[in-house]
């Protein structure tokens, strides 16, 4: 009967022991110290996240000051007068399964069981927002490594770390001052299977990795083409490539405003059937229809330069200009010095069989590892050798001769070394050193020493280029001062001799040669140098005037400012055919 009915109060008033399990510290009676005397098993004094799993009714809050409480919220919506409404801060499990045997929580549980079947679904759709969020942040993980070019092979790994993070913040978040001696990394107690079939329900695997990121793809790409559409204009960069298997591809990236700042966004790899400028610009066209593109907010296209693309009559620009009149274009200025390069190595023979001559001495060193041993050891007992690699010509790329000459240059007293040793040890390729030595004279080192001095120059030009915030203004300045520079070092004019590099000098002056033992193709190749850098790199009225929306090039002086930028409007007016536009008729341009 006692478990149905309280126990009526002794003769002094008080309870018997035991009456009021929402208050376990009652008065100090003799049964209490008895009670207090007995050895219990030691029980949990902190807060345990896993609580509100076994308990729902259970939830954890701070006060004002800090001090941890716990509560029970079917209570407080019963509206219930009992120590989990008004706060708990007695963190034990006894304490928990005390509360659930009060009347007052029972009859509170039985009714949300037997009469509000819809908590029940709320239940449900708890837990499902506990999955949901597990879900978000598997994905989440996925898009890191999307966006950071990492491979998907360490999405579990990153996985487990994240999971890691949120245990240890857990287990030392709860913990009572004073700060206990941490255990054992998470990682050794509950280190997952790698297995890809043990956990693929967890979505944890790569391939779910993979998954996720093409869930998400089509949305990501959704908002940047409706960015893309809202912008007042864009371009378009196109660059083709060819796989191993000899495919042919053409990459297709956007530039467009976004809170008045331009961006870079990848769009997409079209795979080209024909590689005619037809069949391209056919391609390009269904592209952005599918996708949903706006044509003709398309302003500028950027190219690498091929004849497919930049030809002036039948070219992928001048098709797709048709279609749109008012677009600009221009093409990779890596590959405008690439060819800049290689038509000054075209006009000047002698340079031409230079690069050939790079090429065998890479060839000779790189196909036998007892000749580069030897100009290792070489390298290393000479203290003004740094030690550079003979680095391999790439043809298509401008900066590979300039860093291959930068090496050589450092390195020549070294190769000749160990050319002249292989020729002694008369092994195999002494007939080979013995010709490259022939072709290692004085004129090939005077031109190794000119060439190191022309792309100290070239390469203060191309770094320039590559900035990320360079101006038109900045290219205008920058091409005239190269081209200053190149004719007041290798070229002169009629009053005034060339001034030379220090490389060049240097190099004359140990050898007490003089000026005059400089030969005339280096004259030949800087002004070859000029006349393509100038022809590559033309003059463009339009591309100059826009120079008037960039604030750094406003004039200091009111008088000047009076007169700026009338010009460059004018030109910019012509082009966008100004006149045309005021002449239509208002209706039309409503």
């Not at 035991?18 to 110290?33: A, L, R, V, W, Y």
């Not at 007052?104 to 239940?123: D, V």
């Not at 401008?398 to 291959?404: A, M, Y």
């Not at 200091?556 to 460059?568: A, M, R």
Request: proline fraction near 4%.
């Amino acid at each position: 009967m006692e478990k149905y009915f309280q126990s009526a109060s002794n003769s002094k008033g008080k309870r018997k022991e035991g009456d009021n399990i929402e208050h376990p510290i009652g008065d100090s009676s003799k049964s209490h110290k008895k009670i207090q005397n007995k050895k219990y098993k030691k029980e949990r004094n902190d807060w345990d996240p896993k609580w509100p799993q076994t308990y729902p009714w259970l939830v954890r809050r701070e006060d004002e000051e800090g001090n941890p409480f716990m509560y029970c919220v079917w209570c407080e919506e019963g509206k219930v007068n009992n120590i989990f409404t008004k706060g708990c801060n007695k963190f034990k499990k006894d304490y928990l399964d005390n509360h659930i045997k009060t009347d007052t929580h029972s009859s509170i549980a039985k009714l949300r069981n037997n009469t509000n079947q819809p908590n029940i679904i709320a239940g449900f759709v708890t837990q499902l927002g506990v999955e949901k969020s597990k879900i978000i942040t598997l994905m989440r993980n996925a898009y890191f490594c999307s966006k950071h070019n990492l491979a998907l092979n360490i999405y579990p790994d990153l996985n487990n770390l994240v999971e890691y993070q949120i245990k240890n913040y857990d287990e030392i978040h709860y913990q009572k001052p004073p700060t206990k001696v941490l255990p054992p990394p998470l990682y050794l107690q509950t280190l997952p299977s790698t297995s890809t079939s043990s956990n693929y329900a967890t979505y944890k695997n790569s391939k779910a990795g993979l998954n996720f990121i093409e869930s998400f793809s089509c949305i990501i790409e959704r908002q940047v083409i409706d960015k893309i559409n809202k912008s007042t204009g864009w371009s378009i960069l196109l660059d083709e490539s060819t796989t191993i298997t000899i495919d042919k591809h053409l990459a297709i990236i956007s530039k467009h405003i976004v809170g008045n700042e331009p961006v870079l966004r990848y769009l997409g790899m079209i795979n080209l059937e024909e590689c005619d400028a037809n069949s391209i610009t056919k391609d390009i066209e269904i592209f952005l229809n599918v996708k949903g593109i706006s044509f003709k907010s398309l302003f500028h296209i950027g190219s690498d330069g091929a004849s497919v693309m930049t030809g002036k009559h039948n070219g992928v620009v001048t098709k797709l200009k048709n279609k749109n009149p008012f677009m600009t274009s221009i093409h990779c200025i890596a590959h405008r010095f690439a060819l800049v390069g290689k038509d000054s190595a075209n006009d000047v023979p002698y340079f031409k069989e230079y690069e050939s001559t790079l090429k065998r001495l890479y060839s000779y060193f790189s196909r036998s590892y007892n000749r580069l041993k030897n100009l290792r050891m070489i390298q290393a007992d000479d203290d003004d050798d740094p030690g550079l690699a003979i680095l391999k010509l790439v043809s298509t790329r401008w900066l590979s001769l300039s860093q291959t000459v930068s090496n050589l240059h450092q390195t020549l007293n070294s190769i000749i070394s160990s050319l002249q040793t292989d020729i002694l040890v008369n092994d195999d390729g002494a007939d080979l050193a013995k010709k490259l030595l022939e072709e290692l004279d004085p004129n090939f080192i005077l031109a190794t020493k000119f060439l190191a001095d022309l792309f100290d120059v070239l390469q203060r030009l191309i770094k320039a280029f590559q900035g990320d915030f360079i101006t038109l203004s900045d290219v205008h300045y920058h091409l005239n001062s190269t081209i200053l520079a190149i004719q007041t070092m290798f070229i002169g004019d009629d009053n005034t001799p060339p001034t030379y590099g220090k490389h060049l000098l240097e190099y004359i002056e140990s050898n007490n040669l003089s000026i005059s033992s400089i030969p005339n193709s280096f004259s030949q190749f800087s002004s070859s140098i000029i006349q393509n850098i100038e022809k590559r790199f033309p003059d463009s009225d339009f591309h100059y005037s826009m120079r008037i929306f960039d604030a750094q090039q406003l004039p200091l002086t009111q008088t000047l400012i009076n007169q700026y930028g009338e010009k460059e409007i004018e030109i910019v007016g012509e082009f966008y055919a100004y006149n045309y536009w005021v002449q239509l008729p208002r209706s039309i341009l409503m």
